[in-house]
């Protein structure tokens, strides 16, 4: 017999209307109402680290508003996330706006508190400085992890003023710190002018290989989903979504935009194809409402972190399934 219990799901949309009440991602129960969770969606409303223009700490908030158009079924994965496995709003943490290296180090401490409980990380961004503090926390957990990286930056430059932790270097810095799997590292929706052709020499020496928003359009998302999903096997994978790898039309609210993204089909198409990885958490930022219209952006980013989140419970659900046929077939001998 399984100890699972039932897991709660969202306000029915039906009997409470959904522009009712405070938000939570997808009208989900939040942590203290559940206990436990498998999957923890988890805001960072920080952005102290931006280069151009701020307001990525209200992007979690930005999300969570345009969530509550979710529904419960999810026909691309044929598959009801919230039904197969507990997700539970996690709320903010609270990190220090007027000292980076103290932020950094304070997600890095909430996100382990999480992790320590079993559930995996669908983290709101805030900007893309806390990618770094998360990936380390994930990787005390599963050992570097290889990493897709959707971006239409690279984020793998050294310093911003002298400041190593900066939403233009969190990779860089996780390479240099060893948390990443260098056999495995794309950096999806690459494009935009860089300070110089340096910039790919050393992002290549990292490790990392680049699929362009304009390898995308000409070959198509299946058959780039084919090749990162080979590149990936059965590799722990951490997904980071910087925003702005959509194109501007699609993503208006961000903080550096770069025009000829792609598009949010061609996005959830890739992660779609991406089903089969080994997806241990991610993350979505750079969503800064202020530059918003219409809820474009947060609610590109609800289906983005929606997509994700299928991922995560489907996979928690097959290995339930797994764990409770073996100790059926232990428990027969
Ligand atoms: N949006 C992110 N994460 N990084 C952009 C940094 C680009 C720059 O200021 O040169
Ligand atoms: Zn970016
Ligand atoms: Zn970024």
Redesign the pocket.
Known sequence: MSSYETPRGPVDSSRVPRFAGPATFARLPRLDEVGTTDVAVVGVPFDAGV??RPGARFGGNAIREASRLLRPYNPAQDASPFALAQVADAGDIAANPFNINEAVDTIEGAADELLGTGARLMTLGG??TIALPLLRSVAKKHGPVALLHF?A?L?TWDTYFGAEYT??TPFRRAVEEGILDTEALSHVGTRGPLYGRQDLTDDEKLGFGIVTSADIYRRGADEVADQLRQRIGDRPLYISI?I?CLDPAHAPGT??PEAGGMTSRELLEILRGLASCHLVSADVV?VAPAYDHAEITSVAASHTAYELTTIMSRQIAQAREKNAQATEETDAK
Do not use: F, I, K, V
Request: no cysteine; glycine share 14%.
């Open positions: 280069s151009y900007d893309h971006d930056h984020d939403h233009g910087d702005d903080g550096t750079e």
